[in-house]
């Protein structure tokens, strides 16, 4: 295994994976309440079976909507490639001086380091849009 991937790895998976493995707890427990909050709507109120569902079934619409719509790619390869580059840079260093390629050397790092920059920014307004149009979901559904 190259050192670049093993730090990508280390340095950028381990941290979502724990993250991912929290909100699937938190996504449990809310999904817990609903459906008892649900339950009990519909103890009270039989007839109001199309105003207890609207929620969750606005948030699955979003969802497949959201997924078949939006194509979000991951910034693991262009991590790796700039982690690569910059660990071949560094053993290189000697040679990079003697020949005095460095600018040559930052330009590339530049071109590595933007291209990561572009996906990651698309990443991020993904996951922004995501989370505001969520917020939005139930005072939809209240006004339904």
């Known amino acids: 295994i190259r050192p670049e991937i093993l730090q990508v790895a ?15 707890l938190k996504l449990l427990v809310t999904a817990g309440n609903v459906a ?20 969750p079934v606005l948030v699955l619409i979003w969802g497949f909507y959201r997924n ?3 194509e979000v790619k991951g910034v693991r390869v262009e991590t790796a490639g700039l982690f690569h580059y ?3 840079s560094c053993e290189k260093d000697a040679l990079i001086r003697e020949y005095q390629i460095r600018p040559m050397m930052n330009q590339g790092f530049m071109q590595r380091a933007d291209a990561l920059r572009t996906k990651a920014a698309a990443r991020i307004v993904f996951f922004t849009n995501t989370t505001f ?3 939005w979901l139930a005072p939809l559904a209240l006004a339904i």
Do not use: D, Q, W
């Not at 280390?10 to 699937?24: D, I, L, N, R, S």
């Not at 909050?37 to 009270?44: A, D, I, S």
């Open 10 to 24: 280390v340095m950028h998976e381990a941290p979502h994976v724990a993250e991912g493995f929290a909100g699937f």
């Open 36 to 55: 008892i909050n649900t339950g009990f709507v519909l103890m009270k109120n039989p007839n109001a079976k199309v105003y207890a569902l609207a929620l």
């Open 68 to 70: 078949s719509c939006f």
């Open 86 to 88: 910059t660990h071949e």
């Open 133 to 135: 149009a969520l917020r």
